[in-house]
């Protein structure tokens, strides 16, 4: 079998064929031609006509030599066969084919359409030309790319090869295209807030951290836009949203990737409440108009997005399936060895609200597989959530979990700069304390509330995890076109 270099040698000397030939192997201009997907549409119509039909695309697959050579290609919209025969197809045409061309090389041809006998929507080649010449050979159809980590790294030939994955991220765009209309249709406005900062705020995580040289001042990646949509509910902008890369210096896991996406949207003179109804309209939304089909199965369970989701409590959840019987009331000890018992790695600095929410994602969220909405956390558990009437040790927000994945988190916006900046403070103490996510005081926002910011509801939605729960894929990098990856050396 041929080496690698030994192949691209091969495909180089056929470059120079090509060029003592009179054709250009990397043309600017591509001929006349329309989509393969046209094609099939009009095929009838276009076979009665004269003139004949050019059309591009890659090639898939090569059969035959010498007289007769029966090709596929492809240019995205769909796949053709091509035909080139001696006696209707010029010599020197299919000569030049049969010594030149090689599978994955993208060519545009032209000719005459019909029907084979068994009943193949065909193009009989009369002209061609390279548009570009491949010099490396595509992976092998059958086994394609073995490499779990080659396919990431090289998505292109995984896109390329695998129609599977190539859908996955069409279905992506669709859910991205329909959130955009609806919050369109719902009177939202979308904005572009800034990636660099000068405070990693919005979400407790720890952030990257860069420098501007001009202004010798140290920034950080977002890690969220939120508080730079909530100045602009203080500046007059009743309903916001943003679809943000946002980065955050963590590992990677099956749900985690250094590099995401994340649609925010904010209303002014609203709360959790509605917007939990909001987004339960919005996710049967999207599933009825992406999929068409009510319910959608993930890993042979059918998901039910016709009925009211479930509302459940945060602390309840605990009790239930972690059995904790005072998860408002356990001390920092109890619940450090409550986490030891369920397997869960303790870090030094760990606070009360670390040690619930990783006991919670061990032994209660991958129980719920239904779309259940959570509720009421303790309050330092979202340092940016109002606290809820009548339990100031509570907050008033949600979460959406389904398939076991977290989709969802919103929460009634604290606008009382006082207790806004005592929930800073507290942080504050925490980051001292060694929880390195710990959010910072950001003073400038601070200033923003103290010139009034109306009550609001915001939520946030993670568009990768709702993309792999939809897509019943099970790693994230699955439905980022290109994650991030280790350098190869």
């Known amino acids: 079998m041929a080496s690698l270099e030994e192949l691209r040698a091969e495909r180089i000397k056929k470059l120079e064929i090509l060029k003592n030939a009179g054709m250009d192997s990397y043309p600017i201009t591509t001929p006349p031609h329309i989509s393969i997907a046209d094609v099939i549409a009009k095929f009838a119509a276009l076979a009665r006509g004269k003139k004949g039909v050019g059309l591009a695309g890659r090639i898939t697959a090569i059969r035959g030599q010498g007289s007769l050579i029966f090709f596929n290609f492809s240019d995205g919209t769909g796949t053709f066969q091509g035909l080139l025969k001696k006696g209707d197809t010029d010599d020197a045409v299919l000569e030049l084919f049969s010594n030149t061309v090689d599978l994955g090389d993208i060519v545009w041809v032209k000719g005459s ?11 009989l080649v009369k002209e061609w ?97 939120e ?12 309903k916001v949203y943003e679809i943000a890369r946002n980065f955050r210096n963590e590992g990677i896991d099956v749900t985690h990737n250094p590099e995401f996406t994340m649609l925010e949207f904010y209303e002014s003179f609203s709360n959790a409440t509605e917007q939990r109804a909001f987004v339960e309209k919005l996710f049967k939304h999207l599933v009825k108009t992406v999929f068409k089909k009510v319910p959608i199965e993930v890993d042979g369970v059918e998901i039910d997005f016709k009925n009211a989701f479930a509302v459940v409590a945060f602390y309840d959840l605990l009790r239930r399936h972690a059995l904790i019987t005072n998860p408002e009331s356990a001390s920092l000890d109890e619940l450090t060895l409550k986490a030891q018992q369920c397997g869960v790695a303790t870090e030094k600095g760990a606070t009360r609200e670390k040690l619930l929410d990783d006991i919670y994602k061990k032994m209660c969220r991958p129980k719920l597989i239904q779309p259940t909405f959570i509720t009421d956390y303790p309050v330092n558990y979202l340092p940016l959530a109002k606290r809820t009437e009548g339990d100031a040790s509570l907050v008033d927000a949600f979460q959406l979990v389904a398939g076991g994945i977290e989709l969802v988190k919103a929460f009634s916006e604290l606008n009382d700069p006082l207790d806004q900046a005592e929930r800073f403070r507290v942080q504050d103490e925490n980051r001292k304390q060694g929880d390195k996510e710990a959010q910072t005081s950001d003073q ?46």
């Not at 602009?232 to 902008?237: K, R």
Request: charged share 25%; hydrophobic share 40%; aromatic share 8%.
């Open 444 to 489: 400038e926002y601070l200033e923003a509330l103290e010139h009034g910011m109306p009550p609001a509801g915001g939520v946030g939605i993670g568009i990768d995890r709702l993309v792999m729960f939809l897509t019943n894929t099970k790693n994230i990098r699955e439905v980022i076109l290109f994650p991030t990856l280790r350098t190869k050396e």
């Open 113 to 123: 359409l019909f029907e084979t006998k068994t009943n193949a929507k065909t193009v």
């Open 129 to 225: 030309t390279m548009l570009a010449k491949a010099l490396r050979p595509l992976p092998d159809k059958w086994s394609g790319l073995q490499d779990v980590e080659e396919r990431f790294r090289k998505r292109y030939l995984d896109t390329l090869m695998s129609e599977d994955v190539r859908a996955r991220f069409v279905v992506r765009s669709q859910v991205i295209t329909e959130m955009r209309n609806f919050l369109d249709d719902a009177g939202y406005l979308e904005v572009e807030t800034p990636v660099l900062q000068a405070h990693a705020g919005g979400a407790t995580a720890l952030p990257f951290q860069t420098h501007h040289n001009a202004l010798d001042a140290d920034l950080y990646l977002r890690i969220a836009p």
């Open 227 to 238: 508080l730079y949509l909530k100045r602009l509910l203080v500046g007059g902008f009743p």
